[in-house]
Each structure stands twice: as C-alpha cells, then as structure tokens.
C-alpha cells in the first residue's frame, strides 16, 4: 500500500491552479489531469465505481461491511490557489527539523519568528517547496490522506462500517467547489472535508462570506488642458479605498474580527475595478459590513456625480455554526477519533470557508478537519509527514467509530 507521502508527491507534480472570473466548471482544464489519474488509481485499488463528471469532480464509494450504519463521506479538493504558481512543484524534504529558519531559494526562507506555528514541527521531517511556488498541500495533502485511507479499509474487509463516500472537488479555491456538486449521486448522510491546516484542527465555523466588485468611471482628457474636465478613475479608487476603516484589514484581524480586504486594484483614468472580500463570523456584523460597502459607492457618487461609481456586491458564503450546532454528533464523532490516535483535538474559527460551510447549507452536516499543513497559498507552504500519517490513521478511527 501506498503511503500519504508518496500520493502526496505524485499530486503535487499536477498543475491544478484554478482561476478567478472564469464562467466555466472547472475554470481550469489542467484539472482534469489529476482527476483522471486520481479515478484510475481509484479503480486500481478497487474503487469500482470511481468515475470523474464534465465538471472534474471526481466520486467514488466503497460498499457498506455493517449496511446498518450511516453512509459517511469525504471531501477534498484537487485545484490549489491563484495566489501563487503551482506549475512545476519541486518539493524537497527537510528531514528531522532541528527548530530555526529554513532557507528555500535566494530571497526566500520561512522564518521561525515569522511562523511561530514552526515550534511544534521540531523532530518531524518536513515537505516544503524550492521557494518559487506553492507547495499545493492545499487540499493535495487531504487527497492523499483520504485515498490512504480508502486502501486501508479495502485491504481489511473484516472492520465493521458503513458506507464511505468519497469525492474531489475543483475551483474550491476561487468560491466554486460545490457550484456543480452533486449532492444526491455523492449519497452521504454526514461527512467531512479533509482540508484545514493543524492535524488536530476540527472546524465548524467559517466566515460569512461576500465579494464587493466597484467599477469607477473616469473621463480621460489630456493632462495638458484637463482642468475641469479630467475624472481620474485610478485617483478615485484611492479615496474609494480610504473610506474603508483602515484596522479592519486581514494584517490586523485575527480571531473572530471581520474585515475588508482589496485582493485586486487595476485600471486607467478612464475605468478602475477594485474587487474586494468582505468577512465577518456575525451574520448581522455581515449585513451590515455590506450595507457599509454599498454606502462607500453612494458617497463616491455623492461627490462625483450619480453612475461615477457602481459597486456589485454577492454573497459567496455563510458560517456553517448555524447548521452544525444542530449536528454535534459529527464533532464529537470526529474529536474521539482524534484522542484514538493520539491528537487533542482543537477547534477555532475558520479565518476563511471550505466546501464544507457551503455543503452543509445544502442539507450535508460537513465539518473540516485538518491535514496537518500549514502556511497554505504561499511559497513558504510545508507539511509534515508524521502529520499525514496521523491523519490517515485518524480517519480511520473516524470510519469506524459507532
């Protein structure tokens, strides 16, 4: 059998970069690589019905021992994020980490004092990148450990559980994981994403979650004789930005503290777009984090005259807690799975969303779990071996507890 290590280092030579804007599922078609070949080695270890769809997602069962209990499902997702390249990953392994720096490239280290989340790594042996892409843990590492799991469980028939549903999502990273997820064919009754970072991380409430997309209309005139008749857009997307509350900013929020974020910021004089998130744990801090965003375009206009400034704003999605405190018997199913193998279990807020918040909205109780990677969506992006181990044997204990 294959271990979580040795499918993680065939996935990460996949370029799965999903892509903002596209108006397509997957948004990427380099997507279908790995789904391809993670549907035939499904089937080589005797996942029949492993089957990828028009849409790259990737399903897939393993048949009840005990039909008496609840199908349990499994989620994780292939792309990995636009934010940093994830074409030509050249993982190296640091092994028995000493503690301190860990130089990558020439420019390019992660800093102890920088990650202090580095202190509890000493004495493990650590996958991390050549300093000039990602690494792609996100959500590779969760993949890896799920399949090690599926081959476990068919390699050992006589443990009693039921039904295990598995499934690989693209465009999890650009909002899209589940637009095209087919809830009923998946056939779970609870399940969970593999797809957080600590290994001992059980997360069941995310961010609320919209975009704020602001289109400002210039006139261009040349500089020379501009005076009166000049609007320039990329000076108003300034002042648009300095209306927003200058602490409440992801590099100064941590915890349960809302933001608005600026990701993009591109124009000319004559058009600027400046495409925003807004985040916030609260419903009601949301809404109302929104009513502000939509008042920043009135003010503009207030100023500049009406249609200077047009802000579109939509909901991605929505703090899971809402559902899940129903649900917490899939926590504690999940935190006894845990202390089995050795993990005190953790939860905290989620400073971001999976598939999960938005699958449980959609009927399917799906907490996150971790898979022992940290410093996602960067070049300083790493994990640890002994915490893949861990996990696979962790979800074991997670199958098959009553």
Do not use: W
């Not at 990427?28 to 005797?46: H, I, P, S, W, Y």
């Not at 280290?109 to 509890?120: D, G, H, R, S, Y």
């Not at 910021?265 to 998130?277: A, D, K, P, W």
């Not at 899940?324 to 193998?341: G, L, N, S, T």
């Amino acid at each position: 059998m294959a271990t979580a290590t040795e499918r993680f280092l065939r996935y990460v030579s996949f370029d799965t970069q999903s892509a903002d804007g596209a108006n397509a599922i997957p948004s990427t078609q380099k997507q279908f690589d790995l789904a391809n070949a993670l549907v035939q080695e499904m089937r080589e270890m005797g996942i029949s019905d492993a089957r990828v769809d028009e849409h790259c997602y990737v399903y897939g069962s393993l048949p009840a021992t005990a039909p008496d209990r609840n199908a349990l499902g499994f989620v994780a997702h292939m792309d990995t994020s636009p934010a940093a390249s994830g074409a030509n990953v050249r993982p190296r392994i640091v092994q028995n980490y000493a503690g301190g720096d860990i130089p990558l490239a020439p420019g390019v280290t992660i800093e102890a004092a920088m990650f202090p989340a580095l202190a509890k790594c000493v004495g493990q042996d650590l996958i991390v990148t050549d300093g000039t892409t990602l690494l792609g843990a996100d959500d590779k590492a969760g993949v890896a450990e799920i399949l090690t799991m599926a081959e476990f469980l068919l390699a050992h028939p006589e443990i009693r559980r039921g039904k295990i549903c598995i499934a690989f999502t693209p465009d999890e990273e650009v909002g899209c994981g589940t637009d095209a997820f087919d809830l009923q064919a998946f056939g779970a009754d609870f399940a969970y994403t593999v797809d957080g970072g600590d290994a001992d991380g059980i997360e069941y409430e995310n961010f609320n979650a919209a975009s704020a997309v602001y289109t400002i209309h210039g006139v261009s005139v040349h500089p020379g004789s501009a005076k009166g008749r000049m609007v320039n857009a990329n000076r108003l997307a300034c002042e648009l930005n300095a209306l927003f509350p200058g602490e409440e900013v992801p590099e100064r929020t941590e915890g349960y503290e809302g933001f608005y974020h600026l990701c993009d910021l591109r124009g000319s004089v004559e058009e600027c777009l400046l495409h925003y998130i807004i985040r916030d744990h609260d419903r009601a801090r949301f809404e109302a984090r929104k009513r502000y965003a939509a008042d920043v375009a009135e003010a503009m206009n207030a100023r500049y005259g009406a249609g200077t400034v047009e802000v579109k704003l939509v909901d991605s999605y929505y703090n899971m807690r809402e559902v899940m405190e129903k649900h917490m018997d899939v926590i504690h199913r999940a935190e006894e799975a845990c202390r089995a193998v050795g993990i005190r279990p953790h939860s905290a807020p989620i400073r971001g969303g999976t598939d999960g918040c938005r699958l449980s909205f959609m009927g399917l109780p799906c907490p996150d779990l971790g898979t022992g990677g940290l410093n996602y969506h960067s070049r300083h992006e790493l994990i640890a071996i002994e915490d893949m181990d861990l996990v696979s044997a962790m979800l074991v204990k997670l199958v098959t507890a009553r």
